[in-house]
């Protein structure tokens, strides 16, 4: 698998409260819109949604 898969999938992972502690202990600390948000753009391009702008 490719690492760039592999990084884009942790990084969804992440950001799921399903069976997640980091994601719990955000929330607990009022962290996890700012966490999503920091996040946000970096998952983009790991989906190769990037426009190409960030080089």
Known sequence: ???RTLA???????C???D???YELW????AID????????YRSI???ADDGSAA
């Open 20 to 22: 997640n502690e980091w």
């Open 1 to 3: 698998m490719e690492l």
């Open 34 to 41: 700012e966490v999503l948000e920091q996040l946000r753009p």
């Open 46 to 48: 790991l989906s190769g």
């Open 27 to 30: 929330c607990q600390s009022s």
């Open 8 to 14: 884009r999938r942790a990084l969804d992972r992440v």
């Open 16 to 18: 799921v409260p399903e």
